[in-house]
Protein backbone atom coordinates (compact mmCIF):
# COMPACT_ATOMS: atom_id res chain seq x y z
CA UNK A 1 0.00 0.00 0.00
CA UNK A 2 2.58 2.32 0.85
CA UNK A 3 4.83 1.42 -1.98
CA UNK A 4 1.58 2.06 -4.48
CA UNK A 5 0.75 5.60 -2.69
CA UNK A 6 4.64 6.65 -3.28
CA UNK A 7 4.21 5.68 -7.09
CA UNK A 8 1.02 7.33 -7.69
CA UNK A 9 2.97 10.28 -5.47
CA UNK A 10 6.08 10.58 -7.86
CA UNK A 11 3.72 10.21 -10.97
CA UNK A 12 2.10 13.41 -9.71
CA UNK A 13 4.74 15.06 -9.08
CA UNK A 14 6.38 14.14 -12.12
CA UNK A 15 3.04 15.40 -14.47
CA UNK A 16 3.03 18.29 -12.62
CA UNK A 17 6.77 19.47 -13.22
CA UNK A 18 6.94 18.22 -17.01
CA UNK A 19 3.11 20.42 -17.26
CA UNK A 20 5.24 23.41 -15.64
CA UNK A 21 8.64 22.72 -17.90
CA UNK A 22 6.63 22.15 -21.19
CA UNK A 23 6.55 24.70 -23.90
CA UNK A 24 3.68 26.86 -24.09
CA UNK A 25 0.81 26.22 -26.59
CA UNK A 26 1.91 27.41 -29.97
CA UNK A 27 -1.44 29.53 -29.78
CA UNK A 28 0.08 31.32 -27.34
CA UNK A 29 3.16 32.11 -28.87
CA UNK A 30 3.47 35.57 -30.65
CA UNK A 31 2.17 35.54 -34.35
CA UNK A 32 4.78 36.34 -36.96
CA UNK A 33 2.99 38.52 -38.68
CA UNK A 34 3.40 40.67 -35.60
CA UNK A 35 7.52 40.13 -34.96
CA UNK A 36 7.41 41.20 -38.53
CA UNK A 37 5.30 43.96 -38.69
CA UNK A 38 5.52 47.29 -40.66
CA UNK A 39 5.46 50.25 -38.12
CA UNK A 40 4.43 54.17 -38.66
CA UNK A 41 4.49 56.82 -36.31
CA UNK A 42 7.71 56.85 -35.52
CA UNK A 43 10.37 57.77 -37.71
CA UNK A 44 8.80 60.05 -40.84
CA UNK A 45 8.50 56.81 -42.63
CA UNK A 46 7.24 53.35 -41.46
CA UNK A 47 9.73 50.84 -40.64
CA UNK A 48 9.69 47.00 -41.38
CA UNK A 49 10.42 44.55 -38.21
CA UNK A 50 12.80 42.04 -38.24
CA UNK A 51 11.85 39.30 -35.65
CA UNK A 52 10.66 42.00 -33.38
CA UNK A 53 13.80 44.62 -34.38
CA UNK A 54 14.65 47.45 -36.50
CA UNK A 55 17.85 48.83 -36.89
CA UNK A 56 18.38 51.71 -40.22
CA UNK A 57 21.78 52.65 -41.20
CA UNK A 58 24.25 55.26 -39.49
CA UNK A 59 22.87 58.82 -39.12
CA UNK A 60 27.10 59.25 -40.18
CA UNK A 61 28.38 57.44 -42.64
CA UNK A 62 31.10 54.60 -40.65
CA UNK A 63 29.47 56.24 -37.42
CA UNK A 64 28.13 53.76 -34.93
CA UNK A 65 24.72 55.60 -34.05
CA UNK A 66 21.60 54.64 -35.89
CA UNK A 67 18.06 54.07 -35.30
CA UNK A 68 16.87 51.16 -33.20
CA UNK A 69 13.89 49.75 -32.50
CA UNK A 70 12.70 46.85 -30.62
CA UNK A 71 9.43 45.00 -29.92
CA UNK A 72 8.99 44.38 -25.66
CA UNK A 73 7.83 40.81 -26.46
CA UNK A 74 6.86 40.42 -22.89
CA UNK A 75 4.33 43.08 -23.16
CA UNK A 76 1.55 42.44 -25.89
CA UNK A 77 -1.74 42.54 -25.45
CA UNK A 78 -4.89 41.04 -27.67
CA UNK A 79 -8.15 41.28 -27.47
CA UNK A 80 -11.21 43.79 -29.60
CA UNK A 81 -10.38 47.83 -29.90
CA UNK A 82 -14.36 47.38 -30.87
CA UNK A 83 -15.52 45.78 -27.95
CA UNK A 84 -18.25 48.00 -25.78
CA UNK A 85 -18.47 49.92 -28.91
CA UNK A 86 -20.85 49.29 -31.38
CA UNK A 87 -21.84 52.43 -32.72
CA UNK A 88 -18.18 54.09 -33.12
CA UNK A 89 -19.20 55.66 -36.51
CA UNK A 90 -15.85 53.79 -37.96
CA UNK A 91 -15.58 50.38 -40.70
CA UNK A 92 -13.48 47.95 -38.70
CA UNK A 93 -10.67 46.33 -40.52
CA UNK A 94 -10.37 43.13 -38.58
CA UNK A 95 -11.41 39.82 -39.29
CA UNK A 96 -14.21 38.24 -37.07
CA UNK A 97 -13.01 36.38 -34.14
CA UNK A 98 -9.45 37.55 -34.67
CA UNK A 99 -6.97 39.35 -32.05
CA UNK A 100 -6.56 43.08 -31.87
CA UNK A 101 -2.79 43.58 -30.48
CA UNK A 102 -1.46 46.54 -28.57
CA UNK A 103 2.48 46.64 -27.97
CA UNK A 104 5.28 48.34 -26.72
CA UNK A 105 8.35 49.12 -28.75
CA UNK A 106 11.08 51.18 -27.71
CA UNK A 107 13.20 53.23 -29.54
CA UNK A 108 17.00 54.69 -29.47
CA UNK A 109 19.07 56.50 -31.21
CA UNK A 110 22.78 56.32 -30.25
CA UNK A 111 22.01 58.77 -27.33
CA UNK A 112 21.08 58.62 -23.57
CA UNK A 113 17.15 58.54 -24.84
CA UNK A 114 14.86 55.20 -24.87
CA UNK A 115 11.65 56.45 -26.09
CA UNK A 116 8.65 54.33 -25.50
CA UNK A 117 5.78 53.76 -27.92
CA UNK A 118 2.61 52.16 -27.35
CA UNK A 119 1.26 51.10 -31.05
CA UNK A 120 -1.90 49.23 -32.07
CA UNK A 121 -2.20 46.69 -34.42
CA UNK A 122 -5.53 44.80 -36.66
CA UNK A 123 -5.78 42.06 -38.54
CA UNK A 124 -5.99 42.27 -42.14
CA UNK A 125 -5.86 39.37 -44.36
CA UNK A 126 -3.42 36.97 -43.43
CA UNK A 127 -0.78 39.95 -41.83
CA UNK A 128 -1.45 42.71 -38.74
CA UNK A 129 -1.37 46.41 -39.89
CA UNK A 130 -0.55 49.33 -37.55
CA UNK A 131 -2.85 51.45 -37.42
CA UNK A 132 -2.21 53.75 -34.87
CA UNK A 133 1.38 54.62 -33.11
CA UNK A 134 1.53 57.08 -29.99
CA UNK A 135 4.84 58.23 -27.88
CA UNK A 136 4.58 57.55 -24.28
CA UNK A 137 7.52 59.51 -22.61
CA UNK A 138 11.35 59.02 -23.00
CA UNK A 139 12.29 56.21 -20.60
CA UNK A 140 9.38 55.37 -18.63
CA UNK A 141 8.72 51.93 -17.20
CA UNK A 142 5.69 49.84 -18.87
CA UNK A 143 4.47 47.40 -16.68
CA UNK A 144 2.01 45.53 -17.55
CA UNK A 145 -0.59 45.89 -20.79
CA UNK A 146 -4.02 44.20 -21.59
CA UNK A 147 -6.99 45.51 -23.63
CA UNK A 148 -10.10 45.56 -21.32
CA UNK A 149 -13.18 46.09 -23.52
CA UNK A 150 -12.39 47.84 -25.56
CA UNK A 151 -10.05 49.55 -23.55
CA UNK A 152 -6.02 49.43 -23.61
CA UNK A 153 -5.17 49.73 -19.77
CA UNK A 154 -1.02 50.12 -18.53
CA UNK A 155 0.79 50.19 -15.79
CA UNK A 156 3.51 52.27 -15.57
CA UNK A 157 6.37 53.80 -13.98
CA UNK A 158 6.97 57.54 -14.69
CA UNK A 159 9.03 60.48 -13.04
CA UNK A 160 8.19 62.20 -10.27
CA UNK A 161 9.94 65.58 -9.48
CA UNK A 162 12.92 64.15 -7.87
CA UNK A 163 13.57 61.33 -9.66
CA UNK A 164 16.39 61.20 -12.07
CA UNK A 165 16.11 60.85 -16.07
CA UNK A 166 17.46 57.00 -15.62
CA UNK A 167 15.00 55.94 -12.65
CA UNK A 168 10.85 56.33 -12.83
CA UNK A 169 9.34 55.95 -9.63
CA UNK A 170 5.78 57.34 -9.63
CA UNK A 171 3.17 54.83 -10.37
CA UNK A 172 0.49 55.38 -12.92
CA UNK A 173 -2.69 53.71 -14.60
CA UNK A 174 -3.19 55.06 -18.05
CA UNK A 175 -5.84 54.11 -20.97
CA UNK A 176 -6.15 54.86 -24.13
CA UNK A 177 -9.17 54.18 -26.50
CA UNK A 178 -8.23 53.77 -30.42
CA UNK A 179 -10.89 56.59 -31.95
CA UNK A 180 -10.80 56.66 -36.01
CA UNK A 181 -7.00 56.83 -36.45
CA UNK A 182 -6.12 57.98 -33.10
CA UNK A 183 -4.79 56.55 -29.89
CA UNK A 184 -6.57 59.25 -27.26
CA UNK A 185 -6.21 58.62 -23.57
CA UNK A 186 -8.88 58.17 -21.53
CA UNK A 187 -9.76 61.05 -18.98
CA UNK A 188 -12.93 63.03 -17.81
CA UNK A 189 -15.06 65.71 -18.51
CA UNK A 190 -17.27 67.71 -17.35
CA UNK A 191 -19.92 69.16 -19.14
CA UNK A 192 -23.90 69.19 -21.15
CA UNK A 193 -24.92 66.40 -22.85
CA UNK A 194 -27.81 66.20 -25.44
CA UNK A 195 -28.63 62.45 -26.57
CA UNK A 196 -31.37 62.09 -29.75
CA UNK A 197 -31.24 60.64 -33.04
CA UNK A 198 -30.12 63.22 -34.53
CA UNK A 199 -27.85 65.31 -31.95
CA UNK A 200 -25.97 63.41 -30.08
CA UNK A 201 -23.59 66.20 -28.08
CA UNK A 202 -21.48 66.77 -25.38
CA UNK A 203 -20.55 71.12 -24.60
CA UNK A 204 -17.32 70.97 -22.02
CA UNK A 205 -17.53 73.38 -19.18
CA UNK A 206 -17.13 77.03 -19.76
CA UNK A 207 -16.65 75.95 -23.59
CA UNK A 208 -18.12 76.81 -26.41
CA UNK A 209 -17.04 74.16 -28.71
CA UNK A 210 -19.10 70.97 -29.42
CA UNK A 211 -18.27 67.30 -29.82
CA UNK A 212 -20.40 64.21 -31.03
CA UNK A 213 -21.22 61.63 -28.48
CA UNK A 214 -20.71 57.99 -28.99
CA UNK A 215 -22.25 55.56 -26.30
CA UNK A 216 -19.68 52.96 -24.89
CA UNK A 217 -21.64 52.52 -21.57
CA UNK A 218 -24.28 49.85 -22.14
CA UNK A 219 -26.83 51.93 -22.23
CA UNK A 220 -26.53 53.67 -19.02
CA UNK A 221 -25.98 57.26 -20.76
CA UNK A 222 -28.99 57.24 -22.94
CA UNK A 223 -31.16 56.11 -20.30
CA UNK A 224 -29.99 58.82 -17.29
CA UNK A 225 -30.69 61.60 -20.58
CA UNK A 226 -34.00 60.30 -20.99
CA UNK A 227 -34.50 60.10 -17.22
CA UNK A 228 -33.39 63.43 -16.46
CA UNK A 229 -34.30 66.13 -19.60
CA UNK A 230 -37.35 67.93 -19.69
CA UNK A 231 -38.04 67.47 -22.88
CA UNK A 232 -35.97 65.92 -26.27
CA UNK A 233 -32.97 67.52 -26.84
CA UNK A 234 -32.86 69.44 -24.12
CA UNK A 235 -29.50 69.68 -22.49
CA UNK A 236 -28.55 67.87 -19.21
CA UNK A 237 -25.59 68.21 -16.58
CA UNK A 238 -22.95 65.31 -16.99
CA UNK A 239 -19.40 63.80 -15.49
CA UNK A 240 -18.44 61.57 -17.89
CA UNK A 241 -15.25 59.62 -18.46
CA UNK A 242 -14.11 58.70 -21.96
CA UNK A 243 -11.65 60.19 -24.87
CA UNK A 244 -11.71 62.87 -28.01
CA UNK A 245 -11.12 61.96 -31.71
CA UNK A 246 -11.71 62.71 -35.14
CA UNK A 247 -15.50 62.86 -36.15
CA UNK A 248 -16.66 59.75 -38.02
CA UNK A 249 -17.97 61.04 -41.60
CA UNK A 250 -21.55 60.38 -40.65
CA UNK A 251 -24.52 62.43 -41.47
CA UNK A 252 -25.52 64.11 -38.37
CA UNK A 253 -22.14 64.16 -36.94
CA UNK A 254 -20.04 66.52 -39.67
CA UNK A 255 -20.61 70.22 -38.05
CA UNK A 256 -18.45 68.78 -34.89
CA UNK A 257 -14.79 69.05 -34.31
CA UNK A 258 -14.55 66.02 -33.00
CA UNK A 259 -16.01 63.02 -31.51
CA UNK A 260 -16.29 62.13 -27.72
CA UNK A 261 -16.54 58.08 -27.03
CA UNK A 262 -18.00 57.92 -23.46
CA UNK A 263 -17.18 54.60 -21.86
CA UNK A 264 -18.29 55.61 -17.88
CA UNK A 265 -21.50 57.98 -16.98
CA UNK A 266 -19.84 59.10 -13.26
CA UNK A 267 -22.53 61.50 -12.55
CA UNK A 268 -25.56 63.13 -14.12
CA UNK A 269 -28.26 65.81 -13.18
CA UNK A 270 -30.96 68.07 -14.81
CA UNK A 271 -28.08 71.28 -14.19
CA UNK A 272 -25.64 72.74 -12.39
CA UNK A 273 -24.43 75.82 -11.54
CA UNK A 274 -21.35 76.10 -11.54
CA UNK A 275 -20.97 74.86 -15.43
CA UNK A 276 -22.65 77.16 -17.22
CA UNK A 277 -23.99 76.37 -20.92
CA UNK A 278 -21.15 78.97 -23.50
CA UNK A 279 -23.87 79.86 -26.47
CA UNK A 280 -26.43 77.77 -28.21
CA UNK A 281 -26.68 73.92 -28.81
CA UNK A 282 -24.74 72.97 -32.39
CA UNK A 283 -28.00 71.39 -33.80
CA UNK A 284 -31.18 71.36 -32.35
CA UNK A 285 -34.19 69.02 -34.60
CA UNK A 286 -36.79 71.08 -35.16
CA UNK A 287 -39.93 69.52 -33.32
CA UNK A 288 -43.16 68.45 -34.91
Known sequence: MIRQFT????????AVLSACSAKPPAESELPEALLQARIQGIYDAPIGLTDGHYEGPPFVAGGASRPRVTLLQSLVARGDLDA?????GDVSISAAGADDHAVVLTESSGGSGSFIYLALLRPQGTGLVNVATTLLGDRVDVTSLTIVNGEIRASMLVHGPDDPVCCPSQRSEKSWLL???EISEVTEF???LVYGHEAREFIPCSEALAWWVVDGTGGDMPTAYRT???????????EVRGATGP????????????RLRIIELMQAARENASCPLQGPLRHRPQQQ
Open 84 to 88: GHPDS
Open 247 to 258: TPNAEFARPYER
Open 179 to 181: IGD
Open 7 to 14: TTLLASLC
Open 228 to 238: LALAPYTPIYA
Open 190 to 192: SGH
